[in-house]
């Protein structure tokens, strides 16, 4: 009976091994069919990884493409709008040089006509004031001659008057001798008929001398009567003459004293003239000097040269931005190992542990019989 159970226990033992080997073996053959799949799956996403790096690298030399196109279109925009700025600052630049010139020309123009206008109304206004002062010195010649005349006709009329005068105060003291003469001779004719008279009467002596003596007496008496009354006469002939000569000269001298008033006064009218007149020309030399001063200032400053305006340069060209190639993989990457071979010495590991379980067992049954020790 214990035989029995030993051997039991030792087929046990055997089987046990033998199924223990017999599972390591699957679990290695699960392993060996796990392995694969992965390395196959590890072999396809490296095949898809790479398909995908090709892609993106041919993506990425696409965008690159792309780039260099929109890098030259912009830089072929760019340059062509810095040239049309440049051709359009030139042409304004042009254009408001022309202007400038242009108006310069204008206001040149325009200061040249005023000088001239300004030139004709200076000469027009000296030609007015020459006008003017021939008139003025015209009239002052026709006061100078009327003034002479109207003095020489006074001084006429006051010798004229003085002249009637004079003779009428003449022809009167002729004309009072004359009387006086007349009278002497009535007197003296009186005389001689009272001489004749008592001489017709013959007395003599005493009585005819004392008659004579009266004759004589009465005849001196009347001739001395003429005598005073002919001084008298004369000397009142004589005093109105001297006021006929007084009134003369003292109108002669008023005379004399209006035309030099007269000739002073056209003299000073001459003068103040001339005065003015010189005045009216300074007046118009200011006023000439000072319309060409406002004409100069209207002036425009001369432009430049037009090889001496700032020059406006010209655009550079737009550099060219290099792009690099995308990257590219010239060589496709080793791809992942496959699967260990897991299998690789299963069945002798089968084997081992089946043979170690039985050595096992072998070792568990050996107590039942006597062991002998090596020498």
């Known amino acids: 009976m ?3 159970i030993d051997d039991l226990a030792l087929l046990l033992m055997i089987g046990g091994a033998g199924m223990t080997a017999f599972g390591n073996y699957q679990s290695s053959q699960a392993s060996q069919r796990h392995a694969n799949m992965t390395a196959k799956q590890a072999k396809e996403m490296a095949d898809y990884q790479w398909g995908e790096t090709k ?3 041919s993506y990425a030399q696409f965008d690159v493409d792309v780039a260099r196109i929109n890098e030259a279109n912009l830089r072929i925009f760019t340059d062509q ?3 049309d ?3 359009r600052e030139l042409y304004i630049r042009d254009y408001n ?4 010139v242009e108006e310069y020309n204008k206001t040149e123009l325009q200061y040249a006509q005023q000088i001239d206008y300004n030139a004709m109304s200076a000469t027009l206004a000296r030609d007015e004031q020459t006008l003017w002062l021939e008139e003025q010195l015209q009239q002052a010649a026709f006061d100078t001659e009327g003034l002479i005349i109207d003095t020489f006709n006074k001084q006429r009329l006051s010798r004229d008057k003085f002249s009637f005068t004079r003779e009428d105060l003449t022809l009167k ?3 009072k001798r004359a009387e006086f003469t007349e009278k002497a001779m009535e007197g003296w004719n009186q005389k001689l008929q009272a001489e004749g008279k008592v001489r017709a009467l013959g007395q003599a002596g005493r009585t005819g001398r004392k008659n004579k003596q009266s004759v004589l007496a009465m005849s001196g008496q009347m001739q001395a009567m003429l005598n005073s009354m002919v001084t008298r006469s004369d000397l009142s002939f004589e005093l109105e003459h001297l006021k006929n000569q007084q009134a003369y000269s003292n109108e002669s001298d008023f005379i004399s004293k209006q035309f030099s008033l007269g000739k002073r006064k056209t003299e000073a009218s001459t003068d103040s003239a001339y005065a003015q007149n010189k ?3 300074l007046r ?3 006023d000439n000097y000072g319309a060409d001063m406002a004409a100069d200032n209207q002036r425009l400053a001369p432009p430049p040269a037009y090889e001496d305006l700032p020059p406006i340069t010209a655009p550079y060209y737009t550099p060219q931005t290099h792009i690099a190639d995308a990257y590219k993989t010239e060589k496709k990457p080793p791809g992942p190992v496959g699967a260990p071979n897991l299998m690789a010495g299963a069945g002798l590991q089968a084997a081992g542990t089946v043979m170690t379980g039985v050595a096992k067992a072998a070792a568990a049954y050996e107590p039942s019989t006597p062991k002998t020790e090596k020498p």
């Open 284 to 286: 118009i030399e200011h």
């Open 97 to 100: 040089y022309k202007s400038q």
């Open 81 to 83: 709008m810095n040239l």
């Open 85 to 87: 700025k440049y051709n």
């Open 2 to 4: 214990a035989f029995v």
């Open 173 to 175: 003291e002729r004309s």
């Open 279 to 281: 005045a009216n020309l």
């Open 55 to 57: 892609n993106r690298e």
